[in-house]
């Protein structure tokens, strides 16, 4: 290599065609990681999100695979990277120093266990289960001791022995569904292979899926789709999905003409429905503090073959909290219990595993300022995107759509915004949420549609995939 960058970190792949190293530019660009392919030497970087983070290799798991220590602003995080996508999937982060991988690549040392008074400790992970970390005793007589690593053996790694692929009851053709693979070492503990895995068809027929994401399409010219997932070692499991090209059906329109005859109610003040004269009955939540109000639908819904909630909103907001819309798609046991929230100031828990898809605007500026972003939440997945003028009293829509796999998406308006990943495919009914607050205000929805399945008129695949 040659220019006035700094190059360092060298590290061979363990097949010796390939050398990965990282690239610090001095401010002249976003530092980056780059890889040499040795019978050519071609050199190919990607650059880091700005000129403040430094990306230096650790070494490699595979052929294909890099382990990074990726430092920005004090705080750090190692991250595994399929050089081929160059798609990075963070393995731990925090206060990290003095980073050290085994020559295999299944173990990592650090200095990354905060004491009380702050020190940091050195500690052994095992990169496929990074939970399983364990901070190495020191001499007590001692405040601090500088130790190093030297890797006699890896012969304790961590590696799959057995691969379940997560069932996935049916899919319908043309959208995209995630498929997700359960691995286990050789004593049956569950680990991550952190991208190892590889996808294939049995049949190209069937349609195309994305070899190291495990995405696919099913084409619907067979009635089945039978999927493989295998890593390096031998390791390999088979699935066969039943494919139905069926449209989304409709399962519930909601004109609040009848008032909250079909829904439970909590809170106080309690929702209610508003006659306007024009557009027809709106549910308003009335919540007005620190204290929501909602309903909830006595109807539930088959969401393994996907939900689709199609709502008409209007947000006039004025103050940086205390008004706010959620719509959700919630498993709910206990129906009865929500009677006991009718008329009162009380909080509704919906614990994590059974928040399958929900949807919020705006995230409260208390938080955020005025940016006024739309929060989308999902078991294992969070995000929130920036949205312009919903905040004007002027009606919008909304699509919330709960994928066969478990994904949850956002559409404003007919555009799809975000996606975030549940980590797993719905499995029980679920109950429409209609929630929030309107102090100062009058947050209202309109005509509530609810479909099963995946309805076709937005095109989902303009979202990047599993933000």
Do not use: K
Not at 87 to 100: H, M, P
Not at 388 to 399: A, E, F, K, N, V
Request: hydrophobic share 40%; proline share 6%.
């Amino acid at each position: 290599t040659s220019g006035s960058a700094t190059d360092g970190g060298v590290h061979w792949s363990p097949d010796g065609s390939r050398i990965v190293f990282g690239r610090r530019n001095w401010g002249d660009g976003p530092n980056e990681v780059c890889v040499v392919e040795v019978q050519t030497a071609r050199v190919e970087c990607r650059p880091g999100s700005s000129a403040e983070v430094t990306m230096d290799p650790l070494g490699w798991l595979d052929r294909d695979r890099v382990v990074l220590r990726i430092q920005s602003r004090g705080s750090a995080l190692i991250s595994i990277m399929n050089w081929s996508s160059g798609e990075n999937r963070t393995v731990v982060e925090g206060t990290i120093g003095g980073t050290q991988l085994s020559p295999d690549g299944s173990w990592l040392y650090c200095e990354c266990v905060l004491t009380d008074d702050g020190l940091r400790l050195g500690a052994m992970m095992p990169l496929a289960a990074p939970n399983l970390v364990r901070p190495i005793r020191q001499p007590a007589a001692r405040s601090y001791v500088f130790l190093y690593a030297f890797w006699i053996s890896s012969r304790a790694s961590m590696v799959a022995s057995s691969v379940r692929i997560a069932p996935q009851p049916v899919v319908q053709a043309g959208i995209p569904v995630q498929l997700r693979a359960i691995f286990r070492d050789g004593r049956g503990n569950s680990i991550s292979t952190l991208g190892a895995a590889r996808w294939r068809l049995l049949d190209a027929r069937a349609g195309s899926i994305d070899s190291l994401r495990g995405v696919f399409v099913a084409s619907g010219a067979t009635p089945t789709v039978t999927v493989e997932a295998f890593v390096g070692n031998g390791v390999t499991d088979t699935l066969r999905v039943r494919v139905t090209s069926d449209s989304a059906t409709l399962a519930m329109d909601e004109r609040w003409d009848q008032a909250l005859s079909a829904w439970f109610s909590y809170g106080s003040p309690e929702p209610s429905v508003l006659e306007t004269g024009r557009g027809g009955p709106v549910f308003l939540n009335n919540g007005e503090g620190s204290y929501e109000s909602g309903v909830v639908s006595r109807q539930t819904f088959d969401p393994s073959a996907g939900v689709a909630v199609d709502l008409e909103l209007t947000t006039p907001i004025t103050l940086l909290q205390w008004q706010v819309i959620h719509a959700a798609l919630r498993s709910v046991a206990d129906t009865m219990r929500l009677l006991e929230g009718r008329g009162r100031n009380v909080i509704e828990r919906w614990p994590i595993p059974n928040e399958w898809c929900n949807i919020g605007y705006p995230y409260e500026g208390r938080y955020e300022g005025t940016g006024r972003p739309l929060s989308v939440q999902a078991r294992e997945g969070a995000d929130a995107v920036a949205v312009d003028r919903l905040d004007t009293g002027r009606p919008w829509r909304l699509r919330l759509q709960l994928f066969p796999d478990g994904r949850c998406g956002a559409a404003v308006n007919g555009l799809p915004i975000v996606i975030v990943d549940g980590g797993a495919a719905p499995h029980e009914p679920l109950h429409i949420v209609l929630s929030g607050n309107s102090y100062q205000t009058r947050v209202s929805v309109g005509r509530v549609r609810v479909y099963t399945g995946v309805r076709t008129d937005i095109d989902w695949n303009r979202v990047a995939p599993l933000r």
